[in-house]
């Protein structure tokens, strides 16, 4: 069993920040890439930041210069998102491919989301 679990969001003013954490657990033999993705209402799921195990980054346009994925060996995975904006708003979701076992494919995990909301 792996579970992911999301923390640190929130209620913000425009121009302000949060950090978002994500802590991966349970029977992992190896994590690949993690990254945050985010849903808002009436739109599709959309990939915001996502790190390789080595540690390439990877950002959407919209959120380029503000927004800063990082990792570390600890099975985490954080967020920090600055000069928020009000688009901004949206529920935010970890998520990670994990190898369980050297005998097994790697697969893709979801945290349960957390919200984001930026006031204007």
């Known amino acids: 069993q792996v579970q992911l679990v999301e923390s640190g969001g929130g209620l913000v003013q425009a121009g302000g920040s949060l950090r978002l954490s994500c802590a991966a657990s349970?029977?992992?033999?190896?994590?690949?890439?993690m990254g945050w993705y985010r849903q808002s209402t009436g739109k599709q799921r959309e990939l915001v930041a996502s790190?390789?195990?080595?540690?390439?980054t990877n950002y959407a346009d919209s959120v380029k210069g503000r927004f800063t994925i990082s990792r570390d060996n600890a099975k985490g995975v954080y967020l920090r998102m600055n000069s928020l904006k009000p688009e901004d708003t949206a529920v935010y979701y970890c998520?990670?491919?994990?190898?369980?076992?050297?005998?097994?494919?790697?697969?893709?995990?979801w945290g349960q989301g957390t919200q984001v909301t930026v006031s204007s």
């Open positions: 998520n990670a491919n994990i190898v369980r076992s050297w005998s097994l494919n790697a697969a893709n995990y």
């Open positions: 349970g029977s992992i033999f190896h994590i690949n890439s």
């Open positions: 790190i390789s195990s080595g540690g390439s």
